[in-house]
């Protein structure tokens, strides 16, 4: 079964909501090695704090009451230190968050996600789980996140 997972998922970081323009697990540091290629490494590797799929209250406009019923599955970082936060933000893998004076080779990915423009995007589930691993092996991998 494949993983129903958005394309571009909305991602909650620092209090504001951003339309990722690839899934999570493909967001690329924009900073510059120093081969002066773009680094190809993600934001989120094995190491770092991942985040969380969790339903919020869908409001159509900022300030208005959310919509009865209307929810969006949003991928949270709002659980993670600051200062990840703010890498999340920078676009920036693990290592380059730790060498600021690299320069970045492209610019940050994310735009602000607006529900009336957006709307293609508002998933109103969590993303399912990918099942790749026999029934057996579940139990296995249960306490994983
Ligand atoms: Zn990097």
């Not at 290629?37 to 209250?57: D, F, I, M, N």
């Not at 009865?68 to 991928?75: H, I, N, Q, S, T």
Request: glycine share 4%.
């Amino acid at each position: 079964m494949a993983t129903c997972r958005p394309a571009r998922p909305v991602v909650q970081l620092l209090y504001i909501r951003y339309l990722a323009n690839r899934p999570v697990e493909e967001i690329q540091c924009v900073a510059q090695t120093r081969r002066r290629h773009r680094c190809t490494s993600p934001l989120l590797t094995t190491k770092a704090q991942a985040g969380v799929w969790t339903l919020v209250p869908l409001a159509t406009e900022p300030g208005q009451l959310p919509l009865a019923g209307a929810v969006l599955a949003v991928y949270s970082l709002t659980g993670l230190p600051y200062a990840e936060q703010l890498r999340w933000r920078a676009q920036r893998c693990p290592e380059h968050a730790a060498i600021p004076t690299a320069a970045d080779v492209a610019v940050t990915e994310w735009e602000l996600f607006d529900p009336l423009i957006h709307h293609e995007h508002i998933h109103t589930r969590l993303p399912t789980p990918t099942r790749r691993q026999a029934p057996a092996d579940r139990g296995r991998n249960a306490a994983q996140p």
